[in-house]
């Protein structure tokens, strides 16, 4: 009998030295209460990633013509703006999605970002042409 109340008397003994020592560790790792904003949203899936690289790629070649001379800076800044939007509604689905982006919005942000690029390939003159000639020429498509 004098065994199982020392049993009893150690396991109390290490229950009550350990749980400071664990609040003390859960402390220094817990933000705060449940109403704490929560931690920034890794947005690193195939989506996300893709499609900033995409907007990324547009935003440069909007850079590019501007500097070549190909577009004004009015129409820079206008596309420049569009790519920002749908850059922030990209970010802004990811965070509200865990990081992902639904399959309907990620293709309607892609649609969004083709239309930016056609303007710019059509306002620098580098569009896609429509019409064989016979007509007296090719024309931009837009």
């Known amino acids: 009998m004098r065994a199982s109340t020392s ?8 229950a ?8 003390a560790y859960a402390a220094g ?12 949203t890794d947005m690193t899936g195939p989506r ?21 001379n190909n ?7 206008q596309l ?3 790519t920002a939007h ?3 509604a990209a970010e802004r689905i990811a965070a509200s999605d865990h990081g992902r982006i639904p399959s309907a919005q990620y293709h309607e ?13 059509d306002d620098t003159g580098s569009g896609f042409m429509m019409g064989d000639g016979s007509d007296g020429g090719n024309y931009p498509n837009g």
Do not use: F, W, Y
């Open 7 to 14: 049993l009893k008397t150690v396991t109390l003994a290490a």
């Open 16 to 23: 009550l030295i350990a749980a400071p020592l664990a609040g």
């Open 29 to 40: 790792h817990h933000r705060g209460g449940a109403l704490d904003t929560p931690e920034p």
């Open 48 to 68: 996300v990633s893709g499609l900033i690289d995409q907007v990324q790629g547009v935003d440069q070649g909007i850079t590019d013509a501007r500097q070549a």
């Open 71 to 77: 577009i004004s800076a009015a129409e820079a800044r």
């Open 80 to 82: 420049h703006m569009r």
């Open 86 to 88: 749908i850059s922030q």
């Open 109 to 121: 942000l892609l649609r969004r970002l083709d239309n930016v690029d056609q303007r710019l390939m």
